[in-house]
């Protein structure tokens, strides 16, 4: 290759560097967050949504005043979080969600990067029956391959999908659901386990628990979990 054709190369590499570089550092600056990577483009863009939500200021990031602000708007329907409870709340969001970098900030990558780790080894369909208590519901969840990456898009619009394709057509069920999935998002809270005891027994009245069909037709099977 000619010398003279090979230095102008090497000025175009360098003015394309020096023109993209202030690019992107604006883009940060100006808080245009990036679409987290490790899901579907879909869900990726519903987490966007659901992060756009909470980010009021828009620079990307979520403060504890931003936190604070969604947790007592969207998640305390019964007043629980207040005074050092909401502190330790908001205290526990950054400690599951903020990564390795200086401050206490969350950004949407870093939410993304949480949603691999919730509900780790626990299905969601079992969550809804067992956690939430909501076994009517588990059936639509496991037939439609429903993951904790879904959560967003269950969450958003509020909670439109959950009545028009799992059938969650109860306002009040549908408002468990929401409330339970976003706390999961945010890590408030216990995360349960695999079930650990199950029992069993024949009985004819109807109590708590899943009841399946016995050999005989006026007898259900009572199951009782435990975490």
């Avoid at 995360?191 to 006026?218: D, F, M, W, Y």
């Avoid at 099977?221 to 975490?227: A, D, E, H, L, P």
Wanted: net charge neutral; glycine share 10%; hydrophobic share 40%.
């Amino acid at each position: 290759m000619p010398p003279q054709r090979s230095g102008v190369i090497v000025v175009a590499l360098w003015l394309l560097v020096a023109c993209t570089a202030p690019t992107v550092g604006a883009a940060n600056a100006a808080g245009t967050a990036r679409p987290p990577s490790g899901s579907t483009q879909q869900q990726r863009g519903m987490l966007m949504r659901w992060f756009n939500k909470m980010d009021a200021d828009r620079d990307g990031e979520l403060q504890a005043g931003e936190i604070r602000e969604f947790i007592g708007a969207q998640l305390d329907t019964a007043g629980s979080y207040t005074g050092r409870h909401l502190d330790h709340a908001i205290e526990q969001v950054t400690d599951k969600l903020d990564g390795a970098d200086v401050g206490l900030d969350v950004s949407v990558s870093e939410l993304d990067q949480h949603l691999h780790r919730v509900l780790a080894g626990v299905k969601v369909w079992e969550w809804v029956a067992h956690s939430l208590g909501l076994p009517m519901y588990a059936e639509a969840f496991r037939g439609n391959s429903i993951v904790v990456h879904d959560f967003p898009m269950l969450v958003n619009d509020g909670g439109q999908l959950l009545q028009a394709e799992l059938m969650v057509t109860s306002l009040l069920h549908r408002q468990k659901l929401m409330r339970a999935m976003q706390r999961q998002m945010l890590g408030l809270g216990a995360e349960p386990g695999p079930i650990q005891h199950l029992n069993c027994s024949s009985s004819s009245s109807k109590v708590a628990g899943v009841q399946l069909p016995s050999v005989t037709s006026r007898s259900m099977v009572q199951c009782t979990w435990r975490s």
